[in-house]
């Protein structure tokens, strides 16, 4: 199977970590030359979520924070790649699995500072590490993004 010209895919979640892996994956895309996928997994279960809402105004919020997330990483680039923008229903590892099929690498932060929050939790990153088909660059969390982190 060949990657060239596949996309690189990314996902966010508005947290400081992902829109560091945004950043990285934007410019590696911009290297490599090839697409960037944009990628915000939302989830809506009427029985469990507490508040109003539906599953349209979730898609609104999902697709609102990935425009705002490529917007903020756009700035000062010169020669942005191209670009979609991608807001799917679903767990956000298997749905991050699922859109990197086929692509050329797969780019997540890694949110968890606390072990036991990653093994009572899980891990997105950890899952997209174990179950993608393609390579998966896991971009750490640093001392600032960690302090912005809630």
Known sequence: MTTENAPIVVGVDGSPASEQALRWAMGEASLRNC???VVHAWTFEP???WYETNAQNQLT???TLVDTSVRAALVGRLQPPEIERRS???DAAEVLEEASK???LLVVASHTVSRL???TMGSTSMHCVRHS???VVVIPVNEHSAS???
């Open 35 to 37: 697409p960037l996928h």
């Open 47 to 49: 029985l469990v979520d």
């Open 61 to 63: 919020l999902s697709e």
């Open 88 to 90: 799917l229903r679903g």
């Open 102 to 104: 086929g692509a050329a």
């Open 117 to 119: 929050r990653q093994i």
């Open 133 to 135: 088909s393609v390579p």
């Open 148 to 150: 912005n982190e809630t």
